[in-house]
């Protein structure tokens, strides 16, 4: 029998909502398999600087360092949009992603069939598509220094923010960029604005020496960040596997999402390096999508982010690929059946809620299992 342990940090908003939902797939897990979870549950964002000031404690960064992987919910929300700068709940991801030097983040945009009509684009565009966008996420702007807002003395202010990127950083998540690409279709797409910053000739730099050196037999393109976004719209399904830094992956995953019909669909892994005495990785698993808090607390949120995260968690943390693809079938077996929450929700279809939902995806697990 095999066990883990998970850190469940709900946050703001829908997070607690959607993460309710995952606790039942893995109570479903505990019940019908020999695999076992157990669970710990800890404050982040809004709710913790609530409680205790921070936007995250000492104790649930202990925990998140121990666990075996984190299955995360949301943060924030228009309450907190005046609290100090250093303490506003995005402040407890970042800290997450720093401190469990997460710097690679999974972010797959699939259209699943039933729902190629609910994408903006048309049909032909995007059914069938499946992208995954690989952004950097502990360097570049958001973490650079200085980042700062000073007066200057003719009584103006002046902000500040930094880009900066290391010759390791951009290796390795280049590295994890054709490993991927190698379970894929070969061929990796690598963004930036060479044109215009110096770091993104840097980073074209060192990915083509990464590409020369170590991986010559995969298919590596460039291409600059704002063509990246248009060719996305225009004909998704010419790019596999991008790679990107922390602004342009941020902003491009985005829009990746909504291809597909809906940010309540996509799920994101954040993962660390393999460690060579445990062999294993920091991994952080959440929904694209945010806190939501205009829908929260009304049983309508779309849980499948959140779910189909729980099954990246079980591919990429412990190995347990059937079972997370016993997930992903039943999720779209469940949208087969017609019922759609009202993100998805299309003319002709069954509209449910939060609850019913994971009541499909789990009636769907049971006839496969």
């Not at 609530?50 to 998140?64: P, Q, Y």
């Not at 923010?161 to 797409?189: H, M, N, P, W």
């Not at 990107?244 to 892994?269: Q, R, V």
Request: net charge negative.
């Amino acid at each position: 029998m095999s066990s883990y342990n998970l850190l469940m940090l709900p946050g703001d908003g829908i997070g607690p909502e959607v993460i309710k939902e995952v606790e039942r797939v893995i109570a479903w897990f505990n019940k019908n398999t020999q695999i076992k979870f157990e669970t710990e549950s800890e404050l982040v964002g809004g709710a913790a600087f609530d409680s205790h000031g921070a936007a995250i404690s000492e104790n649930a960064m202990d925990l998140a360092h121990k666990c075996d992987a984190i299955i995360f919910g949301a943060v924030g929300g228009p309450q907190w949009d005046n609290v100090p700068f250093e303490v506003r709940p995005e402040a407890g991801l970042l800290r997450l992603r720093k401190d469990l030097d997460l710097f690679a983040n999974l972010r797959p945009a699939i259209c699943y069939k039933a729902l190629a009509d609910a994408s903006s684009l048309k049909r032909n565009l995007v059914e069938g598509l499946d992208i995954l966008i690989l952004r950097e996420l502990t360097g570049g702007v958001y973490f650079g220094e200085p980042k700062e807002i000073i007066d200057l003395p003719d009584g103006q202010k002046k902000a500040i923010d930094t880009q900066v990127y290391t010759t390791s950083e951009i290796e390795r998540i280049a590295r994890v960029a054709f490993e991927l690409a190698k379970t894929r279709k070969g061929k990796v797409t690598s963004t930036e604005k060479k044109n215009v910053m110096i770091s993104g000739v840097f980073w074209n730099n060192v990915v083509t020496e990464v590409h020369k050196n170590e991986y010559p037999d995969m298919e590596l393109e460039h291409i600059l960040a704002d063509a990246c976004a248009m060719q996305l719209v225009r004909n998704p399904k010419q790019f596999d596997l991008i790679v990107a830094d922390n602004l342009f992956g941020d902003i491009l995953s985005d829009e990746a999402a909504m291809l597909t019909g809906s940010m309540g669909m996509l799920p994101s892994a954040s993962l660390g390096a393999v460690n060579e005495e445990t062999k294993k990785r920091n991994a952080m698993y959440e929904p694209v999508h945010g806190s939501a808090p205009d829908i929260s607390s009304q049983g309508i949120a779309n849980p499948i982010a959140e779910i189909a995260s729980f099954a990246m968690a079980l591919r990429y943390s412990f190995n347990l690929t059937e079972e997370a693809q016993l997930i992903e079938d039943s999720i779209s077996s469940a949208l087969d059946t017609g019922i759609r929450t009202p993100d998805i929700m299309q003319e002709g279809m069954q509209k449910v809620g939060t609850h019913q939902m994971t009541d499909a995806i789990l009636s769907q697990m049971n006839l496969k299992s």
